[in-house]
């Protein structure tokens, strides 16, 4: 085992080193306040590793991504995202047995408690689906078995897991046939996952929707390459909520208002208005370019860098073939997609990117995809939770089987006034009058 020597004022303090399985390699510094009195800083969390995790391996220089050891190429082009949720939560890929009792799990958890319908009348129709979906998720330890401190993992994490990944998709579809003053529509016992999500966006009495196999295929690749990411902004915030052994629900709860960030999962969304905006305000990509490039203006382009990923994001050039399998299947003339090649083209080309590796991410192509689904744009940070609703599970559950098991609480440095008293202060602002 290395060692790690740390020289403090002419003083030297060992910390133990630990490497993981792909060889990355940490100090270990969870002795380091107590043998030397400092602390580390590390806004952004840019150096520091929360966990050890089993679930997701990233090699952001190499753009590889595995889930449970499995490229993310094969899960996404074999596996089913029912499968994959099964096999980041439980850590294998299912046998036949398995997989068909955690489908009919899944399906016989699809509806919600009738009570939960009246909830969507007090959203006006104009509410963003993500406040819909983050209030329905929290509520729904309310209508179904959760489990506090005392049992602590108790026989109800395998049906909280059901009820999540499976209501996550009615509460979805809920909200959009709110907002269009659509009756709703129930799930249906003979659709597989992604086809009955479908179904209930788009069927409608007076119009019946058919599922169109490569939809579906293509929103279960979309769902699969969304499933996990390791410790993001939103994972991290499900785990540490969760710490304090607060419900499943309510974790995600936390994690759903995380991801809805721009600089997150909203940036699905944020690419999307980015492009319709070149589109229809004439702004050019030379334009849109140097707004994100001028230090003076917040303006990002939205679809682009990331923390980890320093090469091209490999769910990006997943959902980049995608675009072109549907819109040729189809015959979808989609000005958006011009658009952004042409974006992506000129980034690539643009020393400010290339210099600080800001290559296309998950959400440059996935908002054009959904858009080609009939998809409104305020849904595409949902159908991001949808997609990672098995992440978070599976590494909140990786966190309470770690002993010891202890509440994520940060240090900092503080740099505020030192000791003065209310008294003192009193006198000077009296004496002032
Ligand atoms: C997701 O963490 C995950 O794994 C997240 C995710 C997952 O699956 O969970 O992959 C999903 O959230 C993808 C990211 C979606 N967000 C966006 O597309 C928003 C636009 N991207 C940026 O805001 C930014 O790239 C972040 C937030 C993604 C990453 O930010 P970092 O790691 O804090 O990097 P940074 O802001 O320090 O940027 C480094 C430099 C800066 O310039 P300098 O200070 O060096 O001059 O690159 C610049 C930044 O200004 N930069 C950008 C940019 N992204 C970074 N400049 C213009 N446009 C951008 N998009």
Known sequence: MNEAILNLNGKDFTLPTIEGTEGEKAIDISSLRNISGYITLDPGYQNTGSCLS???FIDGEKGILRYRGYPIEEIAENATFTETSFLLIYGHLPNDEERKAFSLRLTE????????????????????????????????SVFYPSFYSEDFMSNTFDEMATVLISKIRTIAAYSYKHSTGEPFSYPKHDLRYCGNFLNMMFDSPVKPYIVEP?????????LVLHADHEQNCSTSTVRLVGSSMVNLYASICAGICALWGPLHGGANQHVIEMLENIQNKGLSIRQCIDRAKDKNNKFRLFGFGHRVYKNYDPRAKILKKQCNIIFEKFSIKEPLVDIALELEEAVSRDDYFTERKLFPNVDFYSGILYRAMGIPTNMYPVMF??????????????MHDTIPFKIGRPRQIYTGSTLRNYSETEKEKKSSY
């Not at 959203?123 to 209030?135: D, K, V």
């Not at 490569?214 to 979309?222: F, G, P, Q, R």
């Open 54 to 56: 089993a679930i997701t």
């Open 214 to 222: 490569e939809v579906e295929k293509a929103l279960n690749i979309l």
């Open 109 to 140: 958890a699809s509806m919600i408690h009738k009570d939960m319908l009246r909830f969507f009348k007090g959203f006006p129709a104009t509410s963003h689906p993500m406040a819909i979906l983050s209030t329905m998720v929290n509520a729904l």
């Open 385 to 398: 939770a949808i997609g990672r609703m098995p992440g978070w599970i599976a590494q909140w559950k990786e």
